[in-house]
């Protein structure tokens, strides 16, 4: 059973870098059939998809936050990661890992964590 | 980007009842729609896919129609564990987006 957990920092200073992980237990990051990906959820703006990224390589980023945000996987620790520089408050969100089909649907998410930015 | 606009925003409701919730789009796209379930403190759950396939192990009281710009989710006989906030998504293009929830309280 593939189970995707967040880890990080639930507090960080404005201006800085988030960061966070999500290793994969129960399956290969590897797989040719999944992305994986970040969503995130703040009472004002609901459900926000930052961006996914592909065994090949490929990544997709939302163009609202695309100036800031860096996915990336490491296959030798099967895990990928979430980088936000430049945060503000209204970075606040629970952050979620997820996987996405080949359609794009996400099938299974982390628990997720929350991120708080403040001084 | 493509505009996901949810009603009701709330609707209460009591065991039993048939519940429909509507998502409504910026733009006209294919079926590529999602409906996802999240209870408090918890992750969004896949109910529907591909605006009216049934996700593995989602009871078949969940069902969703539509296509082009109005898609439905409709709970056929609510049970006391969907008393949940409801999300609809598509995956026609990039950004992916999501409405703004539907939740579903008990009457």
């Known amino acids: 059973q593939v189970q995707l957990q967040e880890s990080g920092p639930g507090l960080v200073k404005p201006s800085e870098t988030l960061s966070l992980t999500c290793p994969v237990s129960g399956g290969s990051i590897n797989s040719r059939d999944y992305y994986w990906g970040w969503i995130r959820q703040s009472p004002g703006k609901g459900l926000e998809w930052i961006g996914s990224?592909?065994?090949?390589?490929?990544?997709y980023y939302n163009p609202s936050l695309k100036s800031r945000v860096i996915i990336s996987a490491d296959t030798s620790k099967n895990q990928f990661s979430l980088k936000l520089s430049s945060v503000t408050a209204a970075d606040r969100s629970i952050y979620f890992c997820?996987?996405?089909?080949?359609?794009?649907?996400?099938?299974?998410w982390g628990r997720g964590t929350l991120v708080t930015v403040s001084s | 980007d493509i505009h996901l606009t949810q009603s009701p925003s709330s609707v209460s409701a009591s065991v039993g009842d048939r519940v429909t919730i509507t998502c409504r789009a910026s733009q006209d796209f294919n079926s590529w729609l999602a409906w996802y379930q999240q209870t408090p403190g918890k992750a969004p759950r896949l109910l529907i896919y591909?605006?009216?396939s049934l996700h593995t192990g989602v009871p078949s009281r969940f069902s969703g129609s539509g296509s082009g710009t109005e898609f439905t989710l409709t709970i056929s006989g609510l049970q006391p564990e969907d008393f949940a906030t409801y999300y609809c998504?598509?995956?026609?293009?990039?950004?992916?987006?999501f409405g703004g929830g539907t939740r579903v309280e008990i009457k």
């Open positions: 591909a605006a009216s």
């Open positions: 998504q598509q995956t026609n293009s990039f950004p992916l987006t």
């Open positions: 997820a996987r996405h089909n080949k359609f794009w649907y996400v099938d299974l």
């Open positions: 990224i592909h065994n090949s390589g490929s990544t």
